[in-house]
């Protein structure tokens, strides 16, 4: 039984076994370049926020990639998904403008949310994207909500939520996992198993090795699974969402991942050590996908060549952000009310 | 016989100084010429000194406090004499007012000092627009002092209204435009307005409340919402004191009614941690002419080095003569005249941009700006009497002009005429010790001349090719001074704007004549 | 953007009006908008089968089905936030408090997340939500089951808070809040369920526009501010100080606590030159402060004497019944503060 709450455990070392059909090579090149996307963004903006153009607290979710896009890939852009304050991956996955993202994260009137919102606060509900969420496990009973919506009106709508290690152990967490199962709620429960909450690795403060054994009390169906495989990712999260849609009720998926920038902008990481994180780079999603592009008869050309394309991309979505204008103070005072 | 420490008088126009520090203790022995204490005043810092030996027996004026020439300060004498009540304070002689003949865009004069009674600058100003006499109020400030609370109360009491303070103040600063007040604000996050959208052009500062809601009750559709106050305005409502205080009747057991008394005065920001200095009516017309030539022309400054050599050894060969004729020859009548030099060169700098065309103007009136020596705040005045037809006049013609006109501008006896019709104008800041300045024009002038202090500079003297070097390179000190010009770029270009200042070099380098 | 929030329709003067308890009232509101809208659902402890602890949500369940009538766990944070969800998406959800405490079980998602969403999003998902319970002293609940909680909600930005004391201002404003297309907090009393008063038949449409206030009483010597069930003890107050001391005192409901209606305040205040506001809930930091301080920010020139407020003093709520009447800024506190005014 893997001890989930290690870092010296690696992804491939997850405890569920699936049935891994591969996905055809060019959505797996499309699944690439949305990670290489996201690798990128959250690359430039950690160099903004060095450069001092970003306040506040920015999390990156770099080495998490696979999470996002093979869920993306798994659901409709018309299921509901909530997700942490590490959420800029999660956005990009489901197709958020990433000129209207970075220019959000540094507070200017051209970001989705006029910046308002900020790194913390994404959202897009026009691709599904209902909302992250600045406070650990409060977007949980969110997505129940809208699954509970979904469900009133007789819609096949799915909620799927992102939640970390450290949500597990919030109330509102297992409140939601009681009502969810309760009422057999269209709803993928899906933990991003970092194994680090903020900055204190999970196993000092957790109790249960398996996380994933937690929903099981409240018979909950659950696994866990290679978060950075994004194949395998896409395999588990369509199986979940397609139980929810048949009625079936919530699933819990553990998704072994490792984040390989710091907690957050500026963060010490005092907390690990570079051998750790050498070992978590041998089994990096972007590396894990690559090679089996390559295996798979991609030609490194082709890669070079999404890769290009994505550095104009991302290069341009940063110029459109710091030449974005600031929002006009009067904005200051709208949007507490819908009127 | 104790004797009385007094302030001396502080000079010209010093009505009261601050004690800074007290050097020595009662008790103290102490010998004539010793250092008692420090008196600070706006224009200096003084030392005053023990007028003879003994032993300090009182000391009756304590640190920070505002004090008047003449006042005592201090009693020495014997160690063992018994100290006598002090003296009543004799106040010295005040300085005649100065005359006045025409009314000219300058406030009506300060006081005499009155060193018997203590007051802030602000409280004597006020007293003396209203009319009254210090002496009819009491003052709660330090030491007796008399605020401008103390005159106001005064003065409600009497029911007459005094004039400066009845002006509102109008807004706040620029930099404040923007700054909506807090029910403004709550008033847009209660009903989701865009304040920008309800001002318009005006500054968000200049919301009221009501703005807000008038603006969600029709663009939200909420119609409950007030779009007037209905309630009256501060001016709608009569003071406090006036108002009936209702009938209560009550059981006998019941303590009686008390009529509402009026709310205690609080003292305002002015005596507290700042000073409302009312405008005087010159400060209001600078701020008002230079803050719209401001906006009004587009202001290009040019500068320019003059060789002052010419000048200088004129001045040494002829001053004795004009003195002799009455005449003191400054340095401002050769720049009037260098000045009128220009004109001739470019006519245009003697202008007025108008709608139909740029008008020029036939005679020269030179206007001298004169700058008005500064109250206890630093607060100077300014005024640009006019030298007409300078065109005509000689050095000597213009030197007297320049003389009884500066004369009578720092007397207040200038006529409001003398003040009129400039078409060009001369301002001389290095009397002040300024290089260069870039001066605002005087509507609806194009041009004004700023002179900057005489110094001597180290010049290149060159016989051969102006950058090239030659064996013959020296260096010279040489009186120098900087011009700046200010132009109108509706009417004077660069080029021509430059043709002028050298016109007005080679004027003052070259000097000839007379 | 969507109609108007807050809907206004004020009854036929025709109508022949009837007695009815604010029980009544409550019910009647949530049966009628259920009716009226299919997105309008209730989620709450014991809200579907027992009908309410206050049996407010009575006979809801047998119209509507346990799909809109909905008993939860006890988990107040777990349910706000699903209510914050399906609102999210288009749903309605009126959510019962058994105890307005327990709010507090919910604060998170109340306060960080439910009212700061709008803002937070830029505007791009909004929160019609209702969280409607009672609140307050009187029945000797004790201290975790009897305060009063509207000062809190109004504290933060993004909510509306409205406090209605009589059956007609409850029907009205509880339609106007489910109808509203932002968070709302509905505030009860357990001592105003009871309390009868007239309201136009079942079947007659109003509504009562959310941030408006009503002139209870009339009076010229003081303007005394309240709302809840503290109106009904004002009006009390104001009766016995008119028939013993011949003070006229004008009682002003705020009804809504946020947006707050200060122009009715202050033209009455431009009558009676006095202001005192009067609430159950704490004094401190609390809802007569604000009054009291708007009234010196937005009209000073009004007040002929100093403006005060009357609240509860900061004391747990003691279940004894002579300290628990102690404390409750009731009638006798409010006469007290009234002739302490006058006489000053």
């Given amino acids: ?339 | 016989m104790a004797i009385e420490v007094r302030v001396p008088d502080l000079g010209e126009g010093v009505e009261d100084a601050t004690i800074s520090r007290w050097r020595v203790a009662e008790g103290d022995p102490v010998q004539a010429g010793d250092v008692l204490l420090e008196l600070a005043t706006d224009k200096v810092d003084t030392e005053i000194p023990a007028p003879a030996d003994g032993t300090v027996l009182k000391i009756l004026r304590a640190e920070g406090e505002l004090v008047a020439p003449g006042e005592v300060l201090a009693l020495l004498g014997d160690p063992d004499e018994e100290v006598p009540s002090p003296a009543a304070p004799t106040p010295q002689e005040a300085p005649a007012p100065p005359g006045q003949e025409t009314p000219v865009p300058e406030p009506t004069p300060p006081s005499p000092p009155r060193a018997e009674v203590k007051a802030t600058p602000v409280a004597r100003r006020i007293a003396q627009e209203a009319g009254i006499s210090l002496d009819e109020i009491q003052g709660t400030g330090p030491g007796g002092q008399i605020t401008k609370g103390d005159v106001l109360r005064h003065l409600e009491g009497r029911g007459a209204q005094p004039s400066a303070p009845s002006e509102p103040v109008q807004g706040l600063p620029d930099e404040f435009a923007d700054v909506a007040s807090l029910p403004v604000r709550r008033a847009a996050a209660d009903f989701n307005v865009d304040l920008r959208a309800v001002a318009g052009d005006r500054p968000l500062s200049s919301l009221t409340r009501h703005d807000v809601l008038a603006y969600a009750a029709r663009h939200k559709g909420l119609d409950h919402l007030p779009t007037a106050p209905r309630y009256p305005g501060p001016q709608e409502v009569e003071p406090p004191s006036a108002r009936a205080v209702p009938t209560v009747h009550r059981p006998a057991q019941e303590p009686t009614s008390a009529a509402t008394p009026a709310p205690e005065r609080l003292p305002g920001p002015e005596e507290e941690d700042e000073i409302l200095v009312p405008h005087t009516r010159m400060r209001r017309l600078v701020a008002e002419n230079t803050a719209r030539s401001a906006f009004t022309a587009p202001h290009v400054t040019t500068m320019w080095d003059v060789d002052m050599r010419a000048v200088l050894a004129h001045r040494k060969a002829h001053k004795e003569a004009f003195a002799r004729r009455g005449v003191h020859l400054t340095l401002t009548a050769y720049l009037v005249k260098a000045l009128v030099a220009g004109v001739r060169a470019v006519p245009a700098a003697n202008a007025t941009w108008t709608e139909e065309g740029i008008r020029i103007k036939r005679r020269v009136h030179v206007g001298l700006a004169v700058a008005l020596p500064p109250d206890e705040y630093g607060l100077g005045g300014l005024i640009v009497p006019v030298i007409r037809d300078a065109d005509e006049l000689s050095l000597e013609g213009i030197a007297r002009r320049v003389n009884d006109l500066a004369h009578r501008a720092r007397t207040h006896q200038l006529k409001a005429q003398e003040l009129q019709g400039g078409t060009i104008t001369l301002t001389n800041y290095g009397t002040s010790g300024s290089r260069f300045q870039t001066p605002i024009l005087v509507q609806p002038q194009v041009a004004i001349l700023g002179v900057g202090t005489v110094e001597k500079r180290p010049v290149v003297i060159s016989q051969g090719h102006p950058l090239e070097p030659n064996p013959g390179d020296a260096l010279a000190f040489v009186p120098m001074t900087t011009l700046a010009l200010s132009y109108d770029h509706r009417v004077l270009d660069g080029a021509t704007a430059d043709a002028f200042c050298r016109a007005v070099k080679e004027a003052l380098e070259h000097w000839e004549g007379e | 953007m969507t109609a108007p929030v807050m809907a206004q329709a004020a009854p036929e003067a025709a109508v022949q009006m009837r007695k009815t308890t604010y029980i009544q009232a409550v019910n009647e509101a949530l049966r009628e908008e259920m009716r009226r809208d299919e997105s309008v659902f209730i989620l709450g402890e014991d809200v579907a089968h027992y009908g309410g602890l206050f049996r407010v949500t009575r006979g809801l369940l047998d119209e509507f089905g346990p799909q809109r009538v909905i008993d939860t766990p006890i988990s107040e944070q777990g349910f706000m936030g699903m209510a914050l969800g399906a609102a999210a998406v288009g749903m309605r959800p009126v959510v019962e408090l058994m105890y307005m405490d327990f709010t507090l079980v919910a604060a998170d998602q109340i306060f960080n997340q439910i009212a700061k969403y709008h803002y937070m999003t830029g505007g791009l998902i909004h929160l019609p939500i209702v969280v409607r319970g009672q609140q307050g002293g009187g029945k000797r609940y004790g201290s975790q089951h009897s305060q009063c909680v509207e000062g809190l909600y109004a504290h933060f930005p993004g909510i509306r808070v409205v406090v209605p004391a009589t059956p007609y201002d409850a029907k009205g404003l509880l339609k106007s809040a489910i109808r509203d297309d932002n968070p709302v907090v509905f505030l009860e009393h357990k001592m105003l369920y009871f309390t009868r008063g007239e309201a136009p038949p079942a079947e007659v449409e109003y509504t009562v526009p959310i941030g408006l206030a009503d002139v209870k009483r009339t009076g010229q010597d003081l303007t005394l501010v309240t709302y809840g069930y503290c109106l009904l003890q004002a009006l009390e107050a104001a009766d016995a100080l008119a028939a013993r001391y011949g003070i006229q005192v004008e009682v002003v409901d705020l009804r809504t606590v946020n947006p707050m209606d200060t122009d009715t305040i202050w033209e009455s205040v431009a009558k009676t030159g006095r202001l005192l506001a009067v609430h159950e809930s704490y004094a401190n930091c609390g809802v007569g402060a604000e009054v009291v301080a708007r009234a010196y920010e937005e009209a000073p020139h009004l007040l002929r004497a100093p403006a005060r407020r009357l609240g509860m003093a900061p004391v747990s709520i003691p279940v004894s019944k002579p300290l628990e009447d102690e404390i409750l800024p009731w009638k006798q506190q409010i006469m007290a503060a009234v002739l302490e005014m006058m006489r000053a």
């Fill in chain 1, 1 to 339: 039984m893997s001890a989930s709450i290690s870092p010296q455990i690696l992804p491939s070392e997850a405890e569920t076994r699936l049935e891994v059909q591969p996905l055809p090579l060019d959505r797996l090149q499309q699944m690439y370049r949305t990670m290489f996307l996201i690798r990128r963004v959250e690359e430039s903006l950690l160099q903004a926020a060095e450069e001092g153009k970003i306040g506040g607290a920015m999390h990156t979710a770099i080495g998490m990639e696979a999470n996002a896009v093979g869920a993306a890939h798994a659901t409709r852009p018309d299921d509901y998904v909530t997700c942490t304050y590490r959420g800029h991956h999660h956005a990009l996955a489901r197709g958020m403008d990433p000129g209207q993202a970075i220019a959000e994260v540094m507070g200017r009137a051209t970001g989705f949310a006029k910046g308002k919102g900020g790194s913390m606060h994404f959202v897009d509900p026009e691709h599904g994207l209902m909302g992250a969420n600045g406070v650990v496990a409060a977007q949980v009973p969110h997505a129940a909500g809208m699954a509970l919506a979904a469900q009133l009106r007789g819609e096949d709508r799915v909620a799927l939520t992102f939640f970390g290690d450290g949500a597990l152990y919030q109330g509102v967490m297992h409140e939601t996992f009681n009502m969810a199962a309760k009422w057999k709620l269209p709803i993928v429960f899906y933990l991003e198993n970092n194994r680090y909450s903020e900055m204190t690795p999970i196993w000092r403060t957790s109790s249960v090795e398996a996380l994933y054994r937690f929903p099981r009390a409240y018979g909950i169906e659950s696994m866990q699974i290679d978060g950075n495989d994004v194949e395998v990712v896409y395999t588990a999260v369509a199986q979940a969402v397609e139980r929810a849609r048949a009625g079936e009720g919530p699933t819990f998926i553990e998704a072994l991942t490792y984040r390989l920038a710091g907690h957050m902008a500026g963060d010490l990481e005092t907390y690990r050590t570079e051998e750790e994180k050498a070992l978590q780079r041998q089994h990096e999603p972007l590396m894990v996908l690559r090679n089996k592009l390559l295996e798979r008869g991609a030609r490194p050309e082709e890669l070079e060549a999404i890769q290009a394309q994505v550095e104009e991309e991302v290069q341009a979505a940063v110029a459109f952000a710091e030449e974005s204008p600031w929002p006009d103070i009067a904005q200051a005072y709208t949007d507490v009310f819908y009127l």
